[in-house]
T-cell receptor, first 113, second 111 residues
Framework: TQLLEQSPQFLSIQEGENLTVYCNSS?????LQWYRQEPGEGPVLLVT?????EVKKLKRLTFQFGDARKDSSLHITAAQPGDTGLYLC?????????????FGKGTLLTVNP | NAGVTQTPKFRILKIGQSMTLQCTQD?????MYWYRQDPGMGLKLIYY???????DKGEVPNGYNVSRSTTEDFPLRLELAAPSQTSVYFC??????????FGSGTQLSVL
């Protein structure tokens, strides 16, 4: 079983602060995705990274895929209350028709006004 | 565009009862998935399908069954509900690309 460990599990910060959450594994993934989930809703894809060392930016969010494609980080600059939610990373092993994702347990972020 | 639609939104079952969680998508996606989400445990794959008539077990299939008679629909069946099946269930679909589209979930309690 491929495991994705996310840290921290919980994070509560004030509006305007910066933060980084991590997603680590001992396995290599062909791609890594980050999702955000709000209460009562399903996860929504934020970004997919596929190349070792890749960095992608989405407004105030910066995503990085580790060189060895085993880990990833999500950095949020100047967090806002609207960033509150559960952040899930998911590793993909493509090839063939049975593509499946392995999800981490998530980081629950609360941004206080 | 409705995307992935799940019904019901909430359900309470007694131990031993059966029910079907409905999932339909209008994006003509070949791949469909059922996950369960328990507090602090992330998403676990129950069953998945790569096209009409083709299904396969995921990580936690025991106690569940699925069918895929059409591209649009992928119902999940619980035959003998147990307290361990109390969870939030998500259906998802995708094309050949890697982006998953999730429904809004079904919260199930088995008492």
């Amino acid at each position: 079983t491929q495991l994705l460990e996310q840290s921290p599990q919980f994070l509560s910060i004030q509006e305007g602060e910066n933060l980084t959450v991590y997603c680590n594994s001992s396995s290599v993934f062909s791609s890594l995705q980050w999702y955000r989930q709000e209460p009562g809703e399903g996860p929504v894809l934020l970004v997919t990274v596929v190349t070792g060392g890749e960095v992608k930016k989405l407004k105030r969010l910066t995503f990085q895929f580790g060189d060895a494609r085993k880990d990833s980080s999500l950095h949020i600059t100047a967090a806002q209350p609207g960033d509150t939610g559960l952040y899930l990373c998911a590793g993909g092993r493509s090839g063939g028709s049975n593509y499946k994702l392995t999800f981490g347990k998530g980081t629950l972020l609360t941004v206080n006004p | 565009n409705a995307g992935v639609t799940q019904t019901p939104k909430f359900r309470i079952l007694k131990i031993g009862q059966s029910m079907t969680l409905q999932c339909t998508q209008d994006m003509n996606h070949n791949y469909m998935y059922w996950y369960r989400q328990d507090p602090g445990m992330g998403l676990k794959l129950i069953y998945y399908s790569v096209g009409a008539g083709i299904t396969d077990k995921g990580e936690v299939p025991n106690g569940y069954n699925v069918s895929r008679s059409t591209t649009e629909d992928f119902p999940l069946r619980l035959e003998l509900a147990a307290p361990s099946q109390t969870s939030v269930y998500f259906c998802a679909s995708k094309t050949g690309e890697e982006k998953l589209f999730f429904g809004s979930g079904t919260q199930l309690s088995v008492l």
